[in-house]
């Protein structure tokens, strides 16, 4: 198994300029999150998906968007990207369930740089 | 107040030492309780779950405080490898979607 894969690793954007993050699991997970990680701050959820087709907002949903169409893909959309969400990206899925919810597994992240 | 608040560190220690970190949480409803661990540009791994009546893997024992709201790390005989920051994961577990809320982490540093 892969795991939770994330794709770019690393991208410069111009403030205004538009972006998809990809994540993609293969462990049949039904619950899908995207987070985001400022220096020396913990992480804010951003969107969560509970399964294909169900989406909500987390914490810090402004300036995002998100779609589930599948399992396994869970993209996250910046449509006038801006310095402040300058930050490294995280997408994590788990198991439904009381405990297991939470042992969430993570994908390596995307580092986003706006300018 | 914030809703789980952990001391950033950064703690130094040297190698063999014997290190202790402290989460506090704010919502006494909170469910269940972890330790994340994430080390440098990486991503968090699951480090360990806190059960009400402590529990103990290998070097590292978590205990749990529901009358005080805090969840505590212990780490003995620190390994180089150690070196990493710890996040302490609080499920608050309202209405169908659990809330998660992920602590700053404390960073801590294995010295040879």
């Known amino acids: 198994n892969a795991g939770v894969t994330q794709t770019p690793k690393f991208r410069i954007l111009k403030i205004g300029q538009s972006m998809t993050l990809q994540c993609t699991q293969d462990?049949?997970?039904?619950?899908m999150y995207w987070y985001r990680q400022d220096p020396g701050m913990g992480l804010k959820l951003i969107y969560y998906?509970?399964?294909?087709?169900?989406?909500d907002k987390g914490e810090v949903p402004n300036g995002y968007n998100v779609s589930r169409s599948t399992t396994e893909d869970f993209p996250l959309r910046l449509e006038l990207a801006a310095p402040s969400q300058t930050s490294v990206y995280f997408c994590?899925?788990?198991?439904?369930?009381?405990?297991?919810?939470?042992?969430?597994?993570f994908g390596p992240g995307t580092r986003l740089t706006v300018l | 107040r914030k809703e789980v608040e952990q001391d950033p560190g950064p703690f130094n220690v040297p190698e063999g030492a014997t290190v202790a970190f402290n989460c506090t949480y704010s919502?006494?409803?909170?469910?269940?309780f972890f330790w994340y661990r994430q080390d440098c540009r990486k991503e968090p791994k699951l480090l360990m779950s806190v059960y009400s009546s402590g529990n103990e893997d290998g070097r590292f024992t978590a205990q749990l405080n529901r009358a005080s709201q805090y969840i505590s790390l212990l780490i003995r005989d620190s390994k180089l490898s150690d070196s990493a920051t710890y996040l302490c994961v609080v499920n608050m577990g309202q209405t169908s979607y659990d809330k998660v809320i992920f602590g700053p982490g404390t960073s801590l540093s294995v010295i040879p």
């Open positions: 919502n006494s409803a909170s469910q269940s």
């Open positions: 994590a899925s788990s198991y439904p369930g009381a405990v297991a919810r939470v042992t969430q597994y």
């Open positions: 462990m049949n997970h039904n619950y």
């Open positions: 998906s509970v399964g294909a087709g169900i989406t």
